[in-house]
């Protein structure tokens, strides 16, 4: 089992930044990939960014490239998606993903397990 907790989400005005971290438990950490997805009201829960188990590649959504960097500290059991340039489009609650399959994913289906998501709000 893994556990995940996120935190560093909050208010921010458009063009602001923000850090979200997601730290883990359980399982051995390096072994997996992990994903940062979010879900806005009334919306289906979409992929946002993904990195693989030792950080040589990384995946983005067509909206956050060049905004937002997924990171992460292994020896910390941690990643970090990096928010800038913030608009109110990317206002959603952020969830941290994790799986332990090969490779990376985009697919909600393709990770094992989640955190419980933290609240970006952006104004404009």
């Known amino acids: 089992q893994v556990q995940l907790v996120e935190s560093g989400g909050g208010l921010v005005q458009a063009g602001g930044s923000l850090r979200l971290s997601c730290a883990a438990s359980?399982?051995?950490?390096?072994?997996?990939?992990r994903g940062w997805f979010r879900q806005a009201p009334g919306k289906e829960r979409e992929f946002v960014a993904a990195i693989s188990r030792i950080g040589s590649i990384t995946l983005y959504i067509e909206s956050v490239k060049g905004r937002f960097t997924i990171s992460r500290d292994n020896a910390k059991n941690t990643v970090y998606l990096h928010m800038s340039s913030l608009k109110p489009e990317d206002t959603a609650v952020y969830f941290c993903?994790?799986?332990?399959?090969?490779?990376?994913?985009?697919?909600?289906?393709?990770?094992?397990?989640w955190g419980q998501g933290t609240q970006v709000t952006v104004s404009s």
């Open positions: 359980g399982r051995t950490f390096s072994s997996i990939a």
């Open positions: 993903a994790a799986r332990h399959r090969l490779g990376e994913s985009q697919l909600v289906a393709g990770y094992d397990y």
